[in-house]
């Protein structure tokens, strides 16, 4: 059986340790994910284990021919590149023949007569054969096109970031190492694209370590879970649902024994002030159990600290935002076409759809950054818009954390009547104050997003646009951060790609379909969806419409009673099929790693697939002979 194995690994970034003499083992076929609050050490974690950096103490452990391949959050590429040329280029075997392959058949259109050269892609292609080469190219085209890149021959040099991290995708996807480490794989992706990839793990026959803001993702794809805390880790068995539980009974358990803690601190207290008549080896051993205990308590924490969003926010009016007749255009791309919104007070709104619809640019509006070709936009007296978007402000890097929230507040008033300072403020978001006068330049991508958020928030809003908010945040900050918004009087508006989060925080959603087209729907994504899948199912599962025959010459033969009968069942078998059909999919995307289970449903599913096409040819032939009657 291949395994890793990771032995007392420690790491210190700077003056902060981020874990200390860590191990864990991860099995063959095993789906890891590793959570944790921003700058507690994911991302160093995964590239230690990738072999990207090393560790100050400890070590890796794997065989010789144990292959890892790595995703990290902002790839790295070189810009002359071609999609192509990047996705085939890499270490693995079958990566270096199929760029090897390539760029001979480049050769030969150059110089098509030339013997040398195709004797050198002969050869290539025997290899090819005895490798499954042809099915590993035709593999990476279709995981591209999955992903929504279509143009193969375009330099990555000219793509955007979101694509250029759907081509590392494909790329550490197509070598299919013995372990797969993805860091934060589903920014960028729309739902379909997610669900695809889902679908695509949840087949994958190595083993996976990733990091993950979407829970739902989290939820459907592992079966192992690593947390990162206070420099420790610990490991859970199940998914993201059974973590949580799992959790849950670890702090109670730290709870109770800190508890417990407490209450043998007190009398030892007691006992020290009282003072000892005489030190003997006993009483000094009560001295030095006192000590421990003191450090002990100084430095640990129940049930880890929490994330305290509690901040007040300003009075709204009756008026938000009002467009109407509203038109936006990018040359010939029509984002907003004749649109009309009314946002009241309360409004909670969630707005998707494919990349490229315009959801951000509905945002930019609202904020007012960005103005309408025509029509009229109304915004409220009374709104305060706190704008919390996907790129983040540009920050002074040499700025200390202080500095920076103090240019927003130096004191600021809670939900509860308080006021608090910015230090204090700073404190609740997980900056402990020795952190304080850190130089923004040394935090992680995640405590930058964490302060940022924190900045935006301290301004009192009434009104919030959140542009894809999830990404780069950890699942300790979102969950806070949507129970605040639960309790949050104003109005929330939201671009995200997050299932999860929108589920949780949007009561009706705005679908961006792409030239101006923009539907409403009332309730949150996961009804969306499902309404969607009803309707799609609605429009396979019905039977088609006879279709009009010329007159024929000949007179066609009438029904027998057998096929009578049959006329008049075919239909309740064709639904019966169909439902079958249905219960075996939803059976096969929580069969899991239970790849003797699949391998049963996916013979059950042809035989229904085979059972289903001879009946649809069945009705068409019956439904003739009943019209010729």
């Not at 969630?350 to 509905?362: A, D, F, V």
Request: aromatic residues 8%.
């Amino acid at each position: 059986m291949k395994m890793l194995t990771v032995e007392n690994v420690s790491k210190t970034y700077g003056e902060k340790q981020l874990f200390q003499q860590i191990s864990f083992t991860i099995a063959e076929k095993e789906r890891v994910g590793l959570i944790g609050v921003n700058g507690t050490g994911k991302s160093s974690l995964l590239k230690i284990v990738a072999g990207i950096d090393q560790p100050d103490d400890g070590a890796v452990i794997s065989g010789k021919d144990y292959t890892i391949s790595y995703l990290p959050q902002q790839p790295d590429f070189a810009s002359d590149k071609t999609v192509l040329e990047q996705v085939f280029h890499g270490d693995a075997p079958i990566l270096k023949l199929m760029r090897e392959y390539e760029n001979t058949l480049l050769e030969l259109n150059a110089a098509p007569n030339d013997t040398r050269i195709q004797d050198n892609l002969f050869r290539m292609q025997k290899q090819m054969d005895a490798i499954d080469g042809w099915d590993a190219s035709t593999n990476a085209k279709s995981i591209l096109t999955k992903l929504g890149i279509e143009d193969f021959s375009q330099r990555v040099g000219y793509m955007s970031g979101g694509q250029k991290k759907r081509v590392a995708l494909a790329q550490v996807l197509i070598a299919e190492p013995d372990l797969l480490i993805l860091d934060e794989p589903t920014n960028h992706l729309d739902f379909d694209t997610v669900k695809w990839l889902e679908d695509y793990l949840s087949r994958y026959q190595g083993s996976i370590l990733l990091v993950t803001h979407d829970r739902y993702f989290l939820d459907r794809v592992t079966n192992r879970m690593f947390e990162l805390d206070g420099g420790n880790l610990y490991s859970y068995k199940g998914n993201y649902a059974a973590f949580l539980e799992s959790k849950a009974i670890r702090e109670e358990n730290e709870a109770a024994t800190y508890e417990k803690q407490k209450n043998l601190f007190r009398r030892e207290l007691e006992w020290i002030r009282r003072g000892a008549k005489a030190r003997s080896t006993k009483q000094k051993a009560r001295i030095q159990r006192f000590d421990e205990l003191d450090d002990k308590l100084s430095s640990g924490k129940p049930s880890g600290e929490k994330l305290d969003i509690s901040l007040n926010g300003s009075r709204l009016g009756k008026q938000v935002f009002e467009l109407k007749n509203g038109s936006k255009r990018y040359g010939s791309k029509t984002i907003l076409n004749h649109f009309d919104l009314l946002v009241k007070p309360g409004d909670r709104i969630g707005i998707i759809g494919k990349n490229g619809t315009g959801k951000s640019t509905l945002l930019n509006i609202l904020a007012k950054r960005i103005p309408i070709d025509e029509g009229e936009f109304i915004m409220g007296q009374t709104v305060k818009i706190a704008y919390y978007t996907q790129e983040g402000e540009d920050m002074d890097e040499n700025k200390r954390m202080i500095e920076y929230i103090k240019e927003t507040a130096q004191i600021v008033e809670t939900s509860d009547g308080k006021t608090i300072s910015a230090a204090q403020m700073l404190e609740r978001f997980l900056f402990p104050s020795y952190t304080h006068g850190t130089p923004i330049r040394k935090l992680s991508g995640g405590e930058k997003r964490r302060l940022y958020l924190l900045k935006i928030l301290m301004t009192a809003p009434n009104v919030l646009l959140l542009d894809e908010p999830t990404n780069d945040l950890d699942t300790q900050t979102l969950t806070v951060l949507e129970d605040y918004l639960e309790e949050f009087p104003g109005v929330v508006i939201t671009v995200s790609h997050d299932r999860y989060f929108l589920d949780k925080v949007a009561e009706q959603l705005l679908v961006l379909q792409g030239e101006g087209i923009i539907d409403y729907f009332y309730g949150n994504y996961s009804e969306y969806l499902e309404k969607e899948a009803a309707q799609e199912a609605q429009k396979t599962t019905a039977a088609p419409k006879p279709v009009a025959k010329a007159p024929e010459k000949e007179k066609r033969k009438k029904m027998t009673f057998k096929e009578t009968k049959e006329w008049e069942e075919i239909d309740d078998i064709i639904a019966e099929t169909e439902a079958a059909l249905e219960e075996v999919s939803a059976e096969m995307a929580t069969a899991g790693s239970d790849f003797t289970k699949l391998q049963e449903l996916m013979k059950k599913e042809a035989e229904l697939n085979e059972k289903l096409e001879y009946l649809m040819e069945r009705w068409e032939y019956l439904a003739e002979l009943a019209e010729s009657m």
